[in-house]
Structures are given as structure tokens and as C-alpha cells.
């Protein structure tokens, strides 16, 4: 092949900058062409937004809303909220917080009911002590924004989609959570409550008290499948709180009793109040149950002949198939909760973690003095102890708290929480996490050391 002269070499030469310069321009016009068509997606939300603010008449939603009186605003469902109350609580920020109130049992917070909702908030919370768990509805308050699509990608799913409402995820229309807290006492306006995944500040809408008769599926499976448990949940109340003094062996007593009690009638006076421990009050339901049992035995079916004589008398309509909702019924749940992609982890602290853990002080106790040499040393607010702290930050390990963008793009990275009082540092292997420090939240203040 000859070679190019030097005329066609310096064509060469133009041409290649030429097309150097074409794709740069092209470049150029690519990074215009999405400004454009983001900014357009912009506009129109804005657009959107205008509109589902005004109605068709041409007015302005807000104003129209205001204008209504408050019963047609509440029955349309446009209401102002207003928090009761808002949570102290050992989780700080969200980084590290549990998902779901189950995974860290160690976890504690507190609720104190505003007087600006109630002039005595103490009364709203009186008969609540009787009850071991309530349930809490609360709003996200730490979103960031307040879009939210239709389709999310849970943690546990480890970056596949599914529907926002087949989620618990915090990103959703009202940013509404509900979460089943233990509660541990209620002291005044105030409630101790712990098995908690809600962080400091997390505005609190309303509380209810957990019924399992009422909220449990298993117990609503066990009251269809054996209605005399029915008659035995609903006397409850009463028998916890029957006087001492009350008790009687007269069967027409306690026939009289029943009835009143069904009619809705107190059977004792409000002033004084007798607690039987759980154990007393099992006992007493399976007596109940016996009881009942051998109650409706005919009398006629007292050996088996006479029995088996009774048993083709008995009509057959009687027997209804009803649904269940145990464990062997109907009531289903995802696959993916049950056996989620990701795996727990195991956790680990390296021994200069698990030294500075145990340096730290449990939560003050009532009537509690604080030794002069333990003045120098962090002390917990909520956890009642290191080997407590210890439980909790390996339930929120164990559940890697970690999104699906930190799993898969920032793998090498460490991985920093707050849990009451600690600092936490760590970082993630395959299939583990290891604790490498535990170190008091910023400069330690008076509260923080010794009282």
C-alpha cells in the first residue's frame, strides 16, 4: 500500500478534529436534552400539584377545606392532626434503628402525654397500667420528603420491588406507623415502654391498649373453635378483680354473679381492687372450661351406651365450619417475611469494644446513690445495664439495619449508629458484622457521668 501524501495526511488531521468536535458537540446537546427533560418533569409535578389542589369549579382546595364547618371536614376525612405526646428514646437518629419493634427486645423509650391535650393527662392513662402491651401510632417524621411511590424496595427483599402496601415501608401516603410496644409502667403522665422502634422526637398521634381476644388471631381461632373460652375472656375483668370476701361455694351465688356480670353490672366497688397473678387466672380458666364441659353433658348420657344413644340424636346443623385463623387456617403472610433473601448475621466485638462497653454505667435507679469512683465513667440513660446494651446492639446487627444501596456499593465502608448513650462503629464481612467501637455520644456533660 503506498503511503499518503502529505496533502491527504493533513486532511486526515482536519477531518479527525472535526469529528472530535462533533462528538463533544453531541455530548453537549445529550446534557441539554436531560436538563430539558428533567426540568419538564419538574414542571409538570407542579403542574399535578396546582391541580389536586383546586377542584373543578376553579377553587382552591385549601380554601374550600377551611371553609367547611368542622363535622363536614371530619366526615370527609380532612382533619388536622395533633400530637399527644412525643418519644424519648434510646435510638438517636435512624441510622441503626430497628425496622420492626421485635428484633431489639433491650430497646426502652418514654412517652409523656402533653397538657396541652389534656389539662390532667394522668387521667387519660388510668386503667392502662393493667395492660402489657399498647399499640402506638406515630408518624414518620424523619422521611426527608414527602414523595412516595407506588412500588419500594424493602430491605429485606435486598433491592426487588413490590407494592408500597404490601410494605411497612416509612415512605407512604400520611406517613402513618403503627408499631405493638411493651409497657412496662405507667408512672403519672408518663409511659416506660420498651420492645420500641421509634426514634428521639417521633411525634405520637394516639394510644391503644393490645387485646388479644380482639387483636390476636390465634386467640380468635382458639374462642370459634371452643365458645365456652368466650364466656371465660369476657368475666375476666371481673375475676381479677373480685374482693377476697366475695368468694362463695353457693352455686346460686354464683349463678346470680354470672348473670349480673353478663348484664354489664360492676360486681365490686370501685375503691378497691384485688389482682390474682396469671397463674391463678389460667388455673381458673381451665377449672371454667371443665366445669362448663361436664355442664352441658346431658344427663342421660352418663355411661356409653346412653351415650352413644345421645350422640345420634344430636342434629347435624349444629356442626358450622368456621373459618380459622391460627397457624393450620387461612391467615397467610408473604413468602419473603418468613424467608427473606437476606440471612441474620452473626455478631461479633472485638475485646477493645466489649472493654469500653462494659466501662458504662447502668441507667440511674430511684434512690440509687452514685459512687464517687464511678463519677469518670458514661452511664446509660434508658439501658439498664452493658449486658443489656451488649443484647440490643446485636439484635440490630443481626438484622443488618444497612440499605440495599450500603449492602451493594458501599460494602468496605464502616457502618456508624447511636444506641442511647454509645457511639457505635462497625463494619460488615460476608455473613457477619464485628463491633470495633463503642464510645460515648460527644463530650460527656454532668448527666452523662454522675448525679
Given amino acids: 500500500m503506498s503511503p499518503l501524501c502529505e496533502h491527504c495526511g493533513e486532511n486526515m488531521k482536519k477531518i479527525n478534529q472535526q469529528v472530535s468536535v462533533m462528538r463533544k458537540e453531541i455530548k453537549n446537546l445529550r446534557q441539554m436534552l436531560d436538563g430539558a427533560v428533567r426540568a419538564h418533569r419538574k414542571h409538570l409535578m407542579s403542574i399535578q400539584a396546582a391541580v389536586s389542589k383546586a377542584d373543578f369549579s376553579g377553587h382552591n382546595k385549601k380554601d374550600y377545606i377551611s371553609s367547611l364547618s368542622v363535622p363536614d371536614a371530619f366526615e370527609q376525612g380532612n382533619i388536622q392532626t395533633v400530637p399527644i405526646g412525643y418519644i424519648s428514646s434510646c435510638f438517636s437518629v435512624k441510622n441503626g434503628t430497628p425496622r420492626q419493634p421485635t428484633i431489639c427486645g433491650p430497646s426502652r423509650a418514654q412517652l409523656r402525654i402533653q ?4 389539662n390532667n393527662p394522668e387521667h387519660a392513662l388510668v386503667g392502662l397500667e393493667q395492660y402489657s402491651h399498647v399499640w402506638i401510632i406515630f408518624l414518620f417524621h424523619k422521611n426527608g420528603h414527602q414523595s412516595y411511590k407506588a412500588k419500594v424496595k424493602p430491605p429485606r427483599l435486598n433491592g426487588q420491588r413490590v407494592g408500597v402496601y404490601s410494605t411497612r415501608s416509612p415512605h407512604r401516603p400520611n406517613s402513618l406507623g403503627l408499631t405493638l410496644a411493651k409497657l412496662d409502667k405507667v ?16 411525634p405520637v398521634l394516639d394510644i391503644k391498649p393490645y387485646i388479644p381476644e380482639y387483636d390476636s388471631l390465634n386467640t380468635r381461632a382458639q374462642l370459634e373453635s371452643n365458645p365456652d373460652l368466650q364466656t371465660v375472656s369476657e368475666e375476666e375483668v371481673n375475676i381479677s378483680s373480685f374482693h377476697l370476701e ?17 348484664a354489664g353490672v360492676c360486681l365490686t366497688p370501685p375503691q378497691t381492687q384485688f389482682f390474682l397473678p396469671k397463674e391463678a387466672v389460667g388455673l381458673l380458666k381451665e377449672v371454667e372450661s371443665y366445669v362448663n364441659k361436664a355442664d352441658l353433658t346431658p344427663p342421660d348420657c352418663e355411661d356409653n351406651n346412653k351415650a352413644s344413644d345421645c350422640e345420634k340424636t344430636e342434629p347435624a346443623a349444629e356442626i358450622v365450619d368456621r373459618p380459622s385463623y391460627g397457624s393450620d387456617s387461612s391467615s397467610t403472610i408473604a413468602d419473603w417475611i418468613r424467608e427473606p433473601p437476606v440471612s441474620s448475621l452473626d455478631v461479633r466485638f472485638t475485646p477493645e469494644a466489649q472493654k469500653q462497653l462494659e466501662a458504662f454505667l447502668p441507667a440511674h435507679s430511684s434512690g440509687k446513690t452514685t459512687e464517687p469512683s464511678e463519677c469518670d465513667r458514661p452511664r446509660f440513660k434508658f439501658l439498664r445495664s452493658p449486658e443489656e446494651a451488649g443484647a440490643a446492639i446485636r439484635a440490630v446487627l443481626s438484622a443488618d439495619p444497612r440499605s440495599v444501596y450500603r449492602r451493594t456499593r458501599c460494602r468496605d ?3 456508624f449508629f447511636s444506641l442511647d448513650t454509645a457511639d457505635v462503629t462497625c463494619w460488615f464481612g460476608q455473613g457477619f458484622a464485628e463491633v470495633l467501637e463503642v464510645r460515648p455520644v460527644g463530650p460527656l456533660g454532668p448527666e452523662d457521668l454522675c448525679q
Fill in 187 to 202: 408512672q403519672g403522665d408518663t409511659l416506660h415502654l420498651s420492645d420500641i422502634d421509634m426514634i428521639a422526637g417521633t
Fill in 115 to 118: 397538657q396541652s391535650v389534656f
Fill in 413 to 415: 465502608r464502616l457502618f
Fill in 246 to 262: 366475695d368468694k362463695t361455694d353457693d352455686e346460686d351465688e354464683i349463678h346470680h354473679l354470672r348473670q349480673k356480670s353478663e
